[in-house]
C-alpha cells in the first residue's frame, strides 16, 4: 500500500495542480465521447494506451473484457453500457482485448477452474467464441490463445448489439462499434475490420469500424 499511498500524494502534489480547471469541470459533470470496455488485467490501462483525460472514457474492465448478452436479469456490465449510450450518449464504444489474456487463454487450453467457479461461470460468456476458435486448426497453443482473443472481441461486438439501448443507437446512427486487440509487448493494436471479416492494424487503418450498420428504411 505504500507504493499506492505515496502515488496519490504525487498526484496531489503535481497532478491535480496542473490540472485544476479540469477537476473542478468534472465536479460538475461528465461528457465522456467513448465507452471502453476492456479486461481487468492490470497490464492494460485504457486511459494510458488511448492517452485520453479524465473524463473523456467511461470504462468497464472485467475478466476476459465481456460483455453479457442482454437478458431479464441486468448485471452491473448491463447497466454501465445502457447508462452509457442512453444517459451520457456515447458516440463509440470500444471493446478491447489483449495479448496474454489470462481468461482467454483458460478458455483456449481448455484449463480446469473447478477451484474459481465464479470465474469460470463468468467465462461462458465467450462459449460462441470458444466453439469457433475450437473447429479450427492452430500451429501451436500460442496461436490458439491469440485466437481466441480476438474471437473473443468479435463474439462480445455480437452480445453488445442484443443490448436495447445499443440496439437503437445504431439504428438511428447515434454510435459506432469498434473492436481492438492491445499487444503488451509491442503496445500495437489491431482492430476488427466489419467491412472484410479480419484484424488490421490501427495505425494503418485509423477509420476502420467493426461494424457497418445502415439504418433501415420503414414503409
Known amino acids: 500500500m505504500k507504493g499506492i499511498i505515496d502515488g496519490f500524494l504525487k498526484f496531489q502534489r503535481e497532478a491535480f495542480p496542473e490540472r485544476v480547471k479540469l477537476f473542478k469541470d468534472l465536479a460538475k459533470q461528465q461528457n465522456p465521447r467513448a465507452l471502453f470496455i476492456s479486461c481487468s488485467d492490470s497490464r492494460l490501462v485504457p486511459e494510458l494506451v488511448t492517452q485520453r483525460e479524465p473524463g473523456d472514457l467511461f470504462v468497464i474492465r472485467n475478466a476476459g473484457n465481456i460483455v453479457p448478452s442482454y437478458g431479464p436479469e441486468p448485471g452491473g456490465v448491463s447497466a454501465s453500457v445502457e447508462y452509457a449510450v442512453a444517459a451520457l450518449q456515447v458516440s463509440d464504444i470500444v471493446i478491447c482485448g ?3 489474456c489470462g481468461a482467454m487463454t483458460a478458455i483456449a487450453t481448455c484449463k480446469c477452474l473447478d477451484h474459481m467457479p465464479a470465474v ?17 486448426q492452430h500451429q501451436d497453443q ?7 482473443v480476438r474471437e473473443n472481441v468479435i463474439a462480445q461486438l455480437a452480445n453488445i448489439q442484443t443490448h436495447p439501448s445499443v440496439r437503437l443507437a445504431l ?4 454510435v459506432t462499434l469498434h473492436g481492438w486487440v492491445y499487444d503488451i509487448a509491442s503496445g500495437l493494436i489491431e482492430a476488427f475490420d466489419g467491412g472484410r471479416g479480419a484484424f488490421v492494424s490501427l495505425a494503418d487503418n485509423p477509420e476502420v469500424q467493426a461494424v457497418k450498420y445502415q439504418a433501415r428504411r420503414v414503409a
Open 98 to 100: 489483449h495479448s496474454d
Open 171 to 174: 439504428e438511428e446512427g447515434r
Open 120 to 136: 469460470g461461470s463468468w467465462l461462458r460468456y465467450a462459449d460462441s467464441a470458444r466453439v469457433v476458435n475450437e473447429a479450427r
Open 142 to 148: 500460442p496461436a490458439k490463445v491469440a485466437s481466441m
